[in-house]
């Protein structure tokens, strides 16, 4: 599974990147206007930082499918790894089609049941992107949408690749992993929460402290 960082702080993205383990950054309006910089400015920082085979996503704001085009194709001009992120609307699935045949690279968002997901797959989507934790605070399961979204992208062969959005903790991780999602991308503290455990802390402190009674000229280093 892809691991993408949901944010548009470069930092976050920076000290991910140097990990070795990011695939790519999805950014939304809400993330943008966080950053506190010129929106172009900052998706090229970030294209930049994660390099050629990593994407990010920036996204549409307009509602009409002709205006939401011509969003996509200025965003996708600024750098050859971003997408265009465009909402799950009439308007967004039309446009989303419009921008398959134009050769335009897409993620189609606030995508919250199977239906909604099977149309973007028909229309083209490069990602499509279940939210799973505002799905969740409503009551229902937000993952069985990823899960029948990678079900349904196996059995009819779509080359859309099944994007677990508004990940909120690790279990969601590991859920999206076990559900077949190709890519989930999670805030930087639930990456951080991923990587870390409480044990592998406690264990590293003992060994060291143990490393320690070992006279210096028996150690390499
Ligand atoms: O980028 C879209 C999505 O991941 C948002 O997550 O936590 O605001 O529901 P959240």
Not at 37 to 44: G, H, V, Y
Request: hydrophobic share 45%; glycine share 6%; charged share 20%.
């Amino acid at each position: 599974m892809k691991i993408f960082l949901d944010t548009a702080v470069l930092d976050e993205i920076r000290t991910a990147a140097s990990w070795g383990i990011l695939d790519g950054v999805t950014t939304n309006p809400t993330l943008a206007a966080k950053a506190g910089r010129a929106f172009q400015e900052n998706i090229l920082a970030i294209s930049e930082i994660i390099g050629e085979r990593a994407t990010v996503s920036a996204e549409t704001v307009s509602l009409e499918a002709e205006a939401m085009v011509r969003e996509a194709k200025l965003v996708t001009s600024w750098a050859p790894n971003v997408i265009a992120k465009i909402p799950c609307t009439p308007e967004g699935i039309k446009a989303v089609w419009q921008c398959t045949k134009a050769g335009i690279p897409t993620n189609v968002t606030l995508v919250f049941n199977a239906t909604q997901g099977l149309l973007a797959m028909k229309a083209g989507a490069t990602y499509v992107s279940p939210f799973v934790g505002r799905l969740d605070d409503t009551g229902q399961n937000g993952m069985e949408v990823v899960e029948q979204l990678a079900q349904i992208k196996r059995i009819y062969g779509f080359t859309t690749e099944v994007l677990a959005a508004s990940i909120r903790h690790p279990l969601h991780v590991i859920e999206a992993a076990l559900a077949g999602a190709d890519i989930a991308t999670m805030p930087f503290s639930v990456l951080m929460q991923i990587v870390k455990h409480p044990l592998t802390d406690a264990g590293l402190e003992r060994f060291l402290k143990d490393w320690q009674t070992i006279s210096p000229e028996l150690r390499p280093f």
